[in-house]
């Protein structure tokens, strides 16, 4: 058709849209125009989100490659009165009249280049994440907290095998729990659950303690007080404790045996051979972890955002690792600095995430072209004939879609794909603050106050999000680096800590309560 009768029955984009829609003077004699109704979101070449007709003009000599980059999503509020005109052509050749120019759009993300993820695969995250929206609203609660177990004689690591060890533990205060949530691998007990409590073992015999969903963070003291009633009279018992430090006092990493759970024995093999730290991370750290919830995809995304941005600055102020390997912990923020190195692939900041592009289905995307690690087919339908170890197996190089089926994922093999990866702040079907050394539970308490104020008092995250329009990934490295190396002298996003400490909100951290009872004067430097 006419090109200007094309134009001229345009709706224009609202201001700040327009310049990604930029587009070279072409001949009309080499376009075609397609409409897709419904709503849409167009991927191809990192376009956003343009409404409910989407007009898309192509050069026959380059048609648009397929609909698979058309996906649902509408983020604009005027989307359902947007109209809007692509000219879509990449690569526009350079041609000597100077009237066809190329047009270059930055990738969001640079990650996994010739990775494919399977589109059925993405398509279930999508509707798993959108499953997960909150619809009374946001304002729960989820923390796990993680605990060193550790002889009282002499501070060392208690195993999962020894006598008197966590696995004795477990058996001790488990009819205090459902039976039909309790966890066996390989003929051993390795989780406990009832309503609003689970009690999970991470890789080192660590006892982690899940709580939630919780309506307001003073519902945590309870919660933990009633799983605290019951174990720790077993555990006077067996001789041991349970220390809130982010690492073990006394024992390293070679130290402590892995406990049997198939997953932990191929990630013991693959994160010994890559990055750094992996087995100090698996056997012998410690976390305070805080879940929150998302009532839609951009609320999400920035939620996403603001968690990696101050979670640093908040595990300054909470920061509870006053060992490593035996010796005095040198590194300000020793879980930062582990968790970083350990594989730049599944952790550190979501890559792309500061783009104004990002959405579900980049995070989709990265997640599921990320090599798994580790394969659990134990709830793959299709794999009812393996048994043992074929179940249970190492992916070091395989992702989601050379692993599962050709079909959509089940929520086990969502929540199992999504596990294989450890960004600062991770998303599930709730977002998930991961920076925190395991806390005492007053300080846990505490940090899930902040957190409820910085991130569910719209005037506190307004202001927050309003201070830090427009920053970058490279601004947040810079600012987690800037801690690590000045300590208390470090000046992240280019303000002191004294100023962040006021502007977030952070009085009454109760940084005076000890990580072990037996040690009441020692604490982190």
């Known amino acids: 058709g006419d090109m200007s009768a094309i134009r001229s029955s345009m709706t224009m984009p609202p201001s700040g849209v327009i310049h990604r829609l930029a587009t070279p003077p072409i001949c009309k004699e080499t376009l075609q ?99 997960g929206r909150s619809k009374r609203g946001t304002g729960g609660f989820g923390v796990e907290i993680e605990h060193l177990p550790v002889h009282n004689g002499d501070d060392t690591a208690v195993s999962y095998y020894e006598e008197n060890c966590v696995e004795t533990l477990l058996k001790r205060i488990a009819p205090y729990y459902d039976k039909e949530k309790e966890y066996w691998e390989n003929g051993h007990l390795v989780g406990l659950g009832r309503e609003s409590i689970a009690v999970s073992l991470e890789p080192g015999g660590q006892v982690e303690c899940s709580l939630g969903i919780l309506k307001t963070p003073q519902e945590l003291l309870t919660l933990y007080r009633s799983f605290r009633r019951d174990i720790d009279p077993v555990l006077d018992e067996l001789g041991f404790r349970l220390v809130n430090y982010g690492y073990q006092p006394k024992s390293g990493f070679a130290d402590v045996k892995v406990n049997p759970k198939d997953r932990y024995d191929a990630m013991t093999h693959y994160l010994g051979r890559v990055g750094q730290f992996g087995p100090c991370m698996m056997r012998c750290s410690a976390s305070t972890q805080v879940s929150i919830d998302y009532v839609d995809e951009q609320d999400s995304i920035d939620k996403l955002r603001l968690g990696t941005i101050i979670g640093p600055i908040l595990a300054w102020y909470f920061r509870n690792t006053p060992y490593f390997e035996g010796a005095p912990n040198p590194w300000p923020l020793l879980r930062q600095r582990m968790w970083d190195y350990l594989d730049p692939q599944r952790t550190n900041v979501i890559p792309g995430l500061f783009d ?104 506190h995250r307004e202001r927050l999000e309003s201070y830090f329009e427009g920053i970058s990934e490279e601004e947040v490295f810079e600012a987690k680096a800037n801690i690590q190396a000045h300590g208390r002298e470090a000046s992240p996003y280019g303000q002191p800590l004294d100023f962040w400490k006021e502007f977030l909100g952070l009085e009454g951290l109760l940084s005076d309560i000890p990580g072990d009872l037996k040690h009441p004067d020692v604490f982190q430097e």
């Open 356 to 459: 104004k592009r990002f959405g579900w289905e980049e995070y989709a995307i990265d997640v599921l072209s990320t090599p798994l690690m580790f394969a659990d087919l134990t709830h793959t339908p299709e794999a009812r004939s393996l048994s043992g170890k074929e179940l249970h197996h190492p992916a070091f190089y395989e992702n989601a879609g050379e692993v599962y089926p050709d079909r959509e994922l089940n929520p086990y093999e969502i929540n199992h794909i999504i596990s294989t990866h450890f960004n600062d702040v991770r998303l599930k079907n709730f977002i998930e603050l991961r920076h925190w050394d395991s806390l005492p539970i007053e300080r846990a308490e505490r940090l899930t106050e902040i957190v409820s104020s910085l991130f569910y008092v719209p005037e």
């Open 33 to 131: 125009v397609h409409k897709y109704s419904g709503t849409h979101r167009l991927r191809q070449w990192g376009y956003g989100v343009f409404g409910i007709s989407l007009t898309v003009i192509t050069s026959p000599l380059y048609p648009l490659n397929g609909t698979r980059e058309i996906s649902r999503n509408v983020q604009h509020s005027d989307a359902n009165q947007l109209s809007i005109l692509c000219i879509t052509a990449p690569p526009w050749p350079m041609e000597s009249t100077g009237t066809i120019c190329p047009m270059t759009t930055p990738r969001i993300s640079y990650a996994h280049l010739l990775a494919k993820p399977n589109p059925k695969h993405i398509d279930s995250l999508l509707r798993f994440f959108e499953e």
